[in-house]
C-alpha cells in the first residue's frame, strides 16, 4: 500500500442514487481523516482440467471479478454525513437550526431501514500515490459501518465496502484534489445517556463518569449480484443489517443499579436500553459556532457480564448490546449530525 503521506482517496461527493449502477464520472472530493486504505481486484479463475496430464493444463480462464476494500480513519462532522449516505437514505436537503433553515448549523438525520430497503447513495472512489498510480472503484456500496471511541481519543471509523470493479485510470481526478478545513469528533466533546427501553425519552438521562470507550458495530450484509452475459456484477442487493453497540463502563453505583434487575432476588429482568453517545463541540472556528454526531441505539445485553473487571486499577464492567427495535424509538439505530455545511455532500 502507497504511504498515505503521499496517496491520495478522493469520491464523487453526491454519488449516484438510482440510475444505472457504476456510472458515476470523476471524483470531487478529497477524503480527510483517512488513515489506512485498501482496495482489491477480486476475480475468480476456472481451469480446464487435462487427460493425461500429472499437472495443471493449458488451459484457464477469469470468469468473473468484482471490486472490494476498506477505509479507516479519524471521523469528522465534515465527513460523517457522505459515510451515512452511502449506507442510509439519502438526504439531499437541508435544514438550518435557526432562522427556518437558512442559517448553520445545518442538522441531518438518518434511520437504519426496518420494513424495507432504503435508496442510499454509491460512489466512485480513486485511490493511489500519484496521478499517473491511481486506480478507481466504480459502484461503491458500502457495507456497514464501525465507529468507536476511548477516552482521551477521538472518534474512530471503519467502513468495508463491495463495488463492481476496481481498474487502473489513466489519469486522476485533480477536481477533488482540494483541501478542506474538516473538524474531528473528540472523545472528551462526548456524553453518554441511558433511558428506559420502551417508555424513556432518548438522550434524557446523562451518565457522567461513567463511559470509557466504545463501539458500534453494523454490518449491512449487501452483496453483488452476478448474471449471465458478463464477468462483472450487475447489481447489488441488501440483507437484513445487524448491529451491536459494546460499551466499557466504570462499575460505579449507578451501572450497578442497572445491572441489578438481571439478578433480582424474585426473577431477573433483561437488560435493556435506549443509549445515546452524542459528542458536541462548540469552539467557533468555521461558519458554525456548534457542530455534534449523535448515535442511538436501542439493544438488549446479549453476552454474558463479566463483574469486577479492571482497567488501570478502576472497576469496569463490559457491555455488549444487540439492536433491538423499541417503540419509544420507532427504530433500532438512528444518526443526527450537525456542521456548518448546508448539504451532507
Not at 479463475?45 to 480462464?61: N, T
Not at 432504503?118 to 464501525?146: D, F, H, K, P, R
Not at 426473577?267 to 454526531?293: H, K, P
Amino acid at each position: 500500500m502507497a504511504s498515505l503521506a503521499a496517496a491520495i482517496l478522493t469520491h464523487t461527493s453526491t454519488g449516484e442514487v438510482g440510475g444505472a449502477w457504476g456510472s458515476s464520472g470523476a471524483t470531487t472530493k478529497k477524503f480527510h481523516g483517512a488513515t489506512a486504505v485498501s482496495m482489491t481486484i477480486v476475480e475468480a479463475v476456472e481451469a480446464v482440467p487435462a487427460v493425461g496430464w500429472y499437472g495443471p493444463g493449458p488451459v484457464a480462464d477469469n470468469v468473473s471479478q468484482m471490486g472490494e476494500g476498506s477505509i479507516e480513519g479519524k471521523a469528522t462532522y465534515t465527513d460523517l454525513p457522505m459515510i451515512l449516505n452511502g449506507l442510509f437514505t439519502y438526504t439531499s436537503g437541508s435544514t438550518g437550526n435557526s432562522t427556518g433553515g437558512t442559517t448553520a448549523p445545518y442538522y441531518y438525520a438518518w434511520a437504519a431501514p426496518k420494513t424495507s430497503t432504503q435508496v442510499c447513495a454509491t460512489y466512485t472512489m480513486e485511490y493511489g500515490a500519484s496521478t499517473a498510480l491511481t486506480y478507481a472503484s466504480i459502484g461503491s456500496v458500502l457495507n456497514g459501518i464501525s465507529l468507536k471511541g476511548e477516552a482521551g481519543g477521538l472518534w474512530d471509523f471503519s467502513v468495508p465496502f463491495v463495488s463492481k470493479i476496481v481498474k487502473p485510470i489513466a489519469t486522476a481526478s485533480t477536481a477533488g484534489n482540494i483541501d478542506r478545513t474538516v473538524h474531528p469528533i473528540a472523545m472528551k466533546d462526548t456524553q453518554f445517556y441511558w433511558d428506559a427501553f420502551s417508555s424513556g425519552t432518548m438522550g434524557s438521562t446523562a451518565l457522567s463518569g461513567t463511559l470509557i470507550s466504545f463501539s458500534l458495530d453494523v454490518d449491512a450484509k449487501r452483496h453483488t449480484k452476478l448474471f449471465a452475459g458478463s464477468k462483472f456484477p450487475g447489481n447489488w442487493g441488501d440483507n437484513r443489517m445487524e448491529g451491536t453497540l459494546s460499551a466499557i463502563v466504570e462499575f460505579n453505583s449507578t451501572m450497578k443499579a442497572l445491572l441489578d434487575t438481571i439478578c433480582g432476588a424474585t426473577s431477573g429482568t433483561a437488560l435493556e436500553a435506549q443509549i445515546r453517545i452524542q459528542a458536541v463541540n462548540t469552539t467557533a472556528t468555521d461558519s458554525t459556532s456548534r457542530r455534534s454526531a449523535a448515535i442511538n441505539f436501542a439493544g438488549i445485553q446479549s453476552n454474558p457480564i463479566k463483574l469486577w473487571d479492571d482497567r488501570d486499577g478502576n472497576l469496569t464492567i463490559a457491555l455488549q448490546m444487540a439492536g433491538k427495535y423499541s417503540t419509544a424509538l420507532t427504530n433500532w439505530l438512528t444518526f443526527v449530525v450537525e456542521n456548518g455545511s448546508s448539504s451532507t455532500t
